[in-house]
């Protein structure tokens, strides 16, 4: 039967239990149908000199994770270099943060080259093989390189702007070239998947667009969008729980009758941290009767704390929120709740359903897996509303949010007030046209709709 070989920048075990994100979970389900192997970093860097390059091999049931650590140079040149300081920002619009200084690309060719050959080495004439996200572009032209001829596919979690953007990437005509080494390439929405189209047909002269099916550089590939989404009943049911309800109930004791609105990311820049606090500090000014009667919590775990522009961010947001609670604050109550750590899902899960709104306002985001979080976790009967951007690829399919432009402050607060005084019949109707949104996007569908594209091609693979 043929395998499933997914290959990811980080390797999650999809055993880890509860504690295990969707996505994890769904390629994992998708793994251990068939049989399969995930294949990728482990999250150590280290020099060993007698084995530079060595995998390591963990089978569980039917799948096997094939991992290895990667050495200093390759750490910094691909992974913080070429990934996190050149596609990362340029890809979320942010062209002042992208580092021109160093020529990162050479080691970011070598790591993919390096999995390449790994994966040429166990490859079997039938396997699969789902590559993810912006860390792995080249990988297909590797393999290829190699003499592979299995169907290969790729999926892009983050944005991938417009050609106006792209121009400044360097190596972007490399890029885009090894993108045509894929049978399938997936994005998270129809805006993304044209950017593809416009950017080839300005490189490619010869470039022809049928349907589904783009041909350039010699090769049709077949480029679509397959947004995201989350294990919807799994995560209502974890709002759910006993402890779930504890937690609620603790937090209600403890809130009094104020109303709480959350915020949970990831620290990065794209998140729009800064102009959502700005946004609550607005809120507070525009309609005082907030003061004293609604608690912002704001959940970012550090990320990518080796990058500069991360370290920035981070000392600005612990300035932005000291100063808001030293203006705002009162001997029993304190505006902005901001903590700096992770947390058990089925907790999230809890301080979402507790939460009368949401901010989910990044700058840019390929989906935003908090908005559909939000949105399952509510109770149906008396549902918090989200306040989203309409820079976030979910604002495509969630056109029941309240969307806002993030930079736009004064809109924001003003959208947050009115998600704080919206009657219920209002929350009820939206809150389940928005919950169709996340059914109809669930992760389990996201991946069989990619795979089943991906398997079309078995047919025409030899042996
Ligand atoms: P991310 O940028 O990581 O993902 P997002 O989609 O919002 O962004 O997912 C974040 C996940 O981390 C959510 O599941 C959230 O619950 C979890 N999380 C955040 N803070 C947490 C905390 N303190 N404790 C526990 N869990 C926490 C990238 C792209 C996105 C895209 C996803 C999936 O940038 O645009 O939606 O991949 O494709």
Redesign the pocket.
């Given at each position: 039967m043929s395998r499933l070989i997914v290959v990811s920048n980080r390797v999650q075990d999809p055993a880890a239990g509860p504690g295990a994100?969707?996505?994890a979970v769904a390629l994992g389900e998708a793994l251990e149908a068939n049989g399969g192997v995930w294949i990728g970093w482990d999250g150590r860097v280290e020099q060993d000199p007698l084995h530079p390059v060595s995998w390591n091999e963990h089978r569980s049931g039917n799948l096997t994770l094939l991992t290895t650590s990667l050495t200093p140079e390759e750490h910094e040149g691909y992974y913080l270099g070429f990934a996190n300081r050149v596609l990362w920002p340029a890809f979320h619009y942010r062209l002042d943060l992208v580092d021109y200084t160093t020529d990162h690309s050479r080691v970011y060719g070598a790591v993919n080259r390096r999995l390449a050959m790994k994966i040429a080495s166990i490859l079997r004439p039938d396997d699969r093989i789902w590559i993810h996200d912006y860390h792995l572009i080249p990988l297909a032209a590797e393999l290829r390189a190699t003499g592979c001829g299995n169907p290969i596919g790729y999926f892009q979690?983050?944005p991938l702007p417009p050609p106006s953007i792209l121009a400044a990437v360097p190596e972007v005509n490399w890029l885009v070239r090894a993108l045509f080494a894929y049978d399938v390439v997936g994005f998270?929405t129809e805006t993304d998947r044209l950017h593809l189209i416009q950017q080839v047909q300005q490189l490619e002269s010869e470039t022809e667009s049928d349907g589904e099916y783009v041909t350039a550089f010699g090769r049709s590939t077949r480029v679509k969008s397959y947004p995201?989404g989350?294990d919807a009943d799994r995560f209502t049911a974890m709002a759910r729980t006993p402890n779930a309800e504890e937690i609620i109930n603790r937090i209600r004791q403890r809130n009094l009758n104020r109303s709480q609105v959350i915020g949970?990311?990831?620290m990065?820049y794209?998140k729009g941290l800064p102009e959502r606090m700005e946004s609550v500090r607005r809120l507070f000014e525009l309609y005082p009767e907030n003061r004293g009667a609604m608690t912002f919590m704001q959940?970012?775990?550090t990320s990518r704390g080796a990058v500069d522009a991360y370290v920035d961010l981070h000392e600005r947001l612990d300035s932005l929120s000291g100063e808001i609670n030293s203006k705002f604050s009162d001997f029993d109550w304190t505006p902005i709740r901001y903590i700096n750590?992770?947390?058990?899902?089925e907790t999230?899960a809890a301080l979402y359903r507790a939460s009368r709104a949401a901010l989910i306002t990044p700058l840019r985001?390929?989906?935003?897996?908090?908005a559909h979080?939000y949105v399952a976790a509510q109770d149906p009967d008396d549902p918090g509303m989200p306040v989203l951007s309409r820079f976030?690829?979910a604002a495509e399919y969630m056109d029941e949010a309240l969307l806002i432009n993030p930079y736009n402050i004064d809109q924001t607060a003003i959208a947050l007030q009115t998600a704080l005084q919206m009657p219920l019949k209002e929350r009820k109707r939206r809150h389940k046209a928005l919950m169709k949104v996340v059914h109809d996007l669930d992760v389990s569908r996201w991946s069989s709709r990619f795979l089943n594209d991906l398997s079309q091609l078995l047919r025409a693979v030899p042996g």
């Open positions: 994100g969707g996505l979690h983050i998270q995201i989350i949970v990311d990831r990065d794209s959940i970012a775990p750590r992770q947390f058990p899902r999230l985001d390929g989906m935003n897996l908090v979080e976030a690829g």
